[in-house]
């Protein structure tokens, strides 16, 4: 929760004193500051709630009974993750999402490479930076 250390109720009464004594400009910008720091903890408390949301659905979908312990199961429940945080189609192909169902990758991992791809990020340098870490010393010698 973000802690506003301002009175607002106080700024307001300072621009209705200012505004009185003749300084409409400055309680203008009086009000127009305090508008904004309302603004900004409505905000702030929203993506405080996305945030909280977010990561009960990551922890969720990383447990083996949503997964389905099956690639198909693992496959939906990531097609499903992006659907719900607002990509209307999922970013990720079939075998890419398969590829990191073999190496175990975890949920908040896979989100972050389809953002990545989705904001147009090349596929092979995202699963380098992000997915690769997941191989065994000997399969990176490999792949």
Do not use: W
């Not at 175990?104 to 340098?125: E, K």
């Amino acid at each position: 929760m973000i802690n506003i250390k301002s009175n607002l109720d106080f700024l307001e009464r300072l621009a209705a004193d200012f505004h009185s004594n003749g300084h409409a400009q400055t309680a203008v910008r009086f009000r127009r500051a305090v508008m904004d720091i309302q603004n900004l903890r409505d905000y702030a408390s929203r993506l405080e709630r996305s945030i909280h949301e977010m990561s009960a659905t990551i922890v969720s979908a990383t447990e083996p009974e949503a997964l389905g312990q099956s690639l198909f199961g693992f496959t939906e429940a990531v097609q499903k993750m992006f659907a719900r945080y607002g990509f209307t189609e999922c970013p990720l192909h079939e075998t890419v999402i398969a590829q990191m169902y073999a190496y175990n990758v975890p949920s908040d991992t896979i989100y972050s490479v389809g953002c990545d791809v989705a904001a147009g990020l090349n596929l092979n340098d995202v699963l380098q930076e992000h997915v690769y870490p997941f191989h065994s010393p000997q399969e990176r010698g490999a792949a």
